[in-house]
């Protein structure tokens, strides 16, 4: 792009706590990663959840109208809505006037916008939202992939994902050798329906993908694979239901801990280890999935997110430009492809 650092056009009117938590990340980022933000939204509104002006110093704020409403259609609201927020930043990706752009609004509407205006990657048939979760290994994760862009997924496509993924465990993550599992009902290869059955054939043949075998729902987290590839509409639900646990275990945590003199000894002493679990199992630690196979780096968050989640959700942004994720991807696709799925 050329920018000295990256530069990241957030959707300031997307999400359920829009404008206000969506500007207090933007500003965090803004001060402690080295990154150049952009608000894209209403101004009006934006200047207004902030404390005070001088909070935004440094920010460049683009103006947008309106945003895509939770219960509408997504291709249709973009068109209506050529000037909503999530247009708007997805725009300034594809004139170059941005690295990547961070939205916690309609996911559905993201990913349509970013296929319209940025168009997908070559070789891919559908993009697919990659989402890191903590496993039960000290600093080791898994990436989940779909988590909501695909409710129903042709083996095909679950083919591409394990592509992407791979890659993106390889190059980003850091993973040598990247275990790929799908997820099934069992672990063996005749377990499962029809689309399981021809997804395990396409991944057990494809040499580009090492792939491990079926993960049953209890191995996602066990550390045994790297990658594991689903349906968006499988995906989505382990994602709400892995947030809904780590809010479940850190309101344990509070409500086990001894109260009085003793409990606040206590908690004293373990600080640093509550705060150890947290960021291994509070959502707002992640930010948000990277939605992969799109050229130009998309990080959709969640609807809910809160300042915190939003400035994870910009780390991971700059994280995803710094390393070239989407030219890698598109680089080491091109070397092991797979023909595309579409027009079968």
């Known amino acids: 792009m050329g920018f000295n650092r990256a530069r990241i056009a957030i959707d300031a009117m997307g ?27 209403d101004i009006d509104q934006i200047k207004a959840s902030t404390a005070s002006p001088e909070q935004l110093v440094g920010i460049e704020l683009v103006p947008a109208e309106g945003s895509i409403e939770m219960h509408e259609e997504p291709l249709s609201a973009l ?5 909503a927020s999530i247009n708007v930043a997805m725009d300034l990706v594809k004139r170059n006037e941005a690295d990547a752009v961070v ?5 559905g509407a993201a990913m349509a916008a970013a296929l319209l205006r940025l168009g997908r990657l070559k070789g891919i048939d559908r993009p ?34 394990a592509i992407m993924g791979t890659i993106y465990s390889r190059y980003v993550l850091g993973v040598d050798n990247p275990r790929v599992g799908l997820i099934n009902i069992g672990e063996e290869p005749s377990k499962g329906n029809d689309a399981a059955l021809k997804a395990h054939q396409l991944l057990e043949e494809n040499p580009n993908i090492p792939f ?5 729902g209890r191995d996602i987290l066990s550390g045994q694979f790297d990658v594991v590839v689903c349906d968006g509409f499988v995906g989505n639900v382990l994602l709400k239901f892995a947030e809904a646990v780590g809010e479940s275990v850190l309101q344990i945590l509070r409500e086990e801990l001894p109260q009085g003199v003793r409990g606040k000894i206590g908690a004293s002493i ?51 430009v710094d390393n070239r994720v989407q030219d890698r991807i598109q680089a080491q696709y091109q070397r092991v492809a797979i023909p595309a799925a579409d027009g079968e």
């Open 15 to 41: 999400g359920d706590f829009a404008p206000g938590e969506i500007v207090a990340g933007a500003i965090r980022a803004k001060a402690e990663l080295d990154v150049d933000v952009v608000l894209v939204g």
């Open 79 to 83: 068109r209506k809505k050529p000037q």
């Open 103 to 107: 939205s916690a609004g309609h996911s």
């Open 128 to 161: 697919a939202i990659g989402a890191v979760f903590p496993t039960v290994v000290a600093n080791k994760s898994v990436l989940i992939l779909d988590v909501g862009a695909n409710v129903d997924c042709r083996p095909k496509y679950l083919e591409q994902f």
């Open 212 to 216: 491990a075998g079926n993960a049953e």
């Open 270 to 320: 373990l600080k640093p280890n509550l705060r150890r679990i947290k960021q291994r199992v509070d959502h707002a630690e992640h930010g948000g999935g990277l939605l992969l196979g799109v050229a130009g780096v998309t990080v959709i968050s969640h609807g809910s997110s809160q300042a915190p989640s939003v400035f994870n959700a910009i780390r991971l942004a700059k994280e995803a």
